[in-house]
């Protein structure tokens, strides 16, 4: 190609970048997508946005669909995040990789009502708002077609959140918002990141109490494709707010991998007594049964609940399994020797084998989160 082809495609001089980024987080959400789009290019005609779609590796090839979409419009983006898992923590990168002073968070099956995105920005707009909320709580909002359980169980979210976001929010459970660049950025380090309820978090993370508005809307059903929605949802926003009220002194993390250690303490000694004193091995051989159905119940829990949003698969999950034994191997001799130690030198067994316990714990928390699910380093 010689230089004057070359200048003829590259003909386009510096253009603005976008005011409102409207960040979408997808996983298997491809055949939403055309039609997300459309619906934003009619209700933001004269705004100046872009979309970002951050998908997590989807395996419907939603991120393909979207590149697609962005060959012909420049407005579309796609962020793809391969190993990844987690709503809010792909929100949170989607801003990260914007320039726009406006961010609106949406779900990508058309749950939310996109015909507000004007509003809201016109109401940050004006001043003295951080964030407007859309709100299926306030008059005139809705939760469309959900059935009473799920009714019942966002209710009980709502009062949990309490302890952490101020009592005057309808809504603090809805994914439908709009908020300034500055409110992120100051509130970005402090972010959790886990789970689907980032609106939560960053009340809860925000130096400052952010002013905030709702604006009322009915939450439609799912256009197509079909719900993330399980009980890992639950226990995420469990951590969640562990993380908002105890993670300065003691990561949430952590208290997850003491309640799957607590809970693995219980199948050993199920084991023990099946192998032990029903079947009639020998000791040995049921304490050595124990310990590796235990141990591997433990690894599988973790992996499912304590790092859902890194969870290892395949061959991964067989190598995380040897390092998890290996780990927990040099936790138990670590265990027995403290234990033994301060029960020599002080003469009392319970605070010994407790101290042993402890140790044990921090150890294998500590030494799984560098060997086995390493978090990517924050700078
Ligand atoms: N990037 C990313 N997006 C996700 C993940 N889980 C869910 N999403 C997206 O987050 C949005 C909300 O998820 P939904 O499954 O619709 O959750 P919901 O709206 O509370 O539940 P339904 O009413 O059943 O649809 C959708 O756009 C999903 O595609 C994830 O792990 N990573
Ligand atoms: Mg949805």
């Known amino acids: ?42 209700s933001l005609a004269g705004c100046s946005w872009e979309v970002i779609f951050v998908d997590d590796d989807s395996p419907d090839g939603t991120a393909g669909v979207v590149r697609e979409m962005g060959r ?10 391969i190993g990844r898992r987690g709503l809010s923590s792909a929100c949170v990168e989607g801003m990260l990789a914007t320039t726009a002073a406006y961010f609106a968070v949406m779900d990508g099956d058309m749950q939310h009502d996109e015909r ?26 809705a939760v469309g077609e959900w059935d009473a359980k799920r009714v019942e169980i966002s209710r009980f979210a709502t009062r949990l959140s309490r302890a952490v976001v101020p009592a005057g929010l309808a809504d ?7 908020l300034r660049r500055e409110l992120f950025e100051a509130s970005v380090r402090k972010l959790s990141g ?31 494709g079909s719900s993330k929605l399980d009980s890992a949802v639950a226990w995420d926003y469990g951590l969640l707010l562990i993380d908002k009220l105890v993670g300065r002194f003691l990561p949430a993390r952590f208290v997850a991998f003491a309640v799957v250690g607590v809970l693995g303490i219980a ?39 304590t790092y859902s949003d890194m969870r290892l698969r395949g061959w991964r999950w067989l ?18 020797g403290v234990a033994s130690y301060l029960f020599r030198w002080r003469g009392v067994w319970v605070p010994a084998a407790l101290a042993g316990i402890v140790v044990s714990s921090v150890w294998n928390f500590v030494a799984t989160s560098i060997f086995i699910w390493a978090k990517p380093r924050r700078a």
């Open 1 to 42: 190609m010689n230089n004057s082809n070359l200048a003829d495609d590259c003909t386009d001089g510096p253009a603005p970048g976008p005011d409102l980024a409207v960040i979408i987080p997808t996983f298997n959400e491809s055949d939403n997508v055309r039609e997300l789009i459309e619906r934003l290019k009619q």
């Open 72 to 81: 012909n419009d420049v407005r579309v983006r796609c962020v793809q995040r």
């Open 116 to 141: 507000l995105l004007p509003q809201m920005l016109g109401m940050l707009r004006a001043g003295g708002t951080d964030i407007v909320v859309g709100s299926r709580y306030t008059r005139g909002g």
């Open 172 to 178: 603090p459970m809805s994914g439908f918002f709009m």
């Open 194 to 224: 886990i789970g689907f309820k980032l609106l939560v978090d960053l009340f809860a993370s925000a130096p400052q109490p952010p002013k905030f508005k709702e604006i009322p809307y009915e939450f439609r059903s799912r256009r197509a």
């Open 267 to 305: 199948v050993h000694f199920l084991v023990l007594i099946l192998a032990f004193r029903v079947l009639h091995y020998s000791f040995s051989v049921g304490q050595g049964a124990a310990t590796g159905i235990a141990m591997t119940f433990n690894y599988w829990l973790n992996n499912i609940v």
């Open 319 to 336: 190598r995380g399994w040897m390092w998890f034994v290996a780990v927990c191997s040099i936790g138990a001799v670590a265990n027995i």
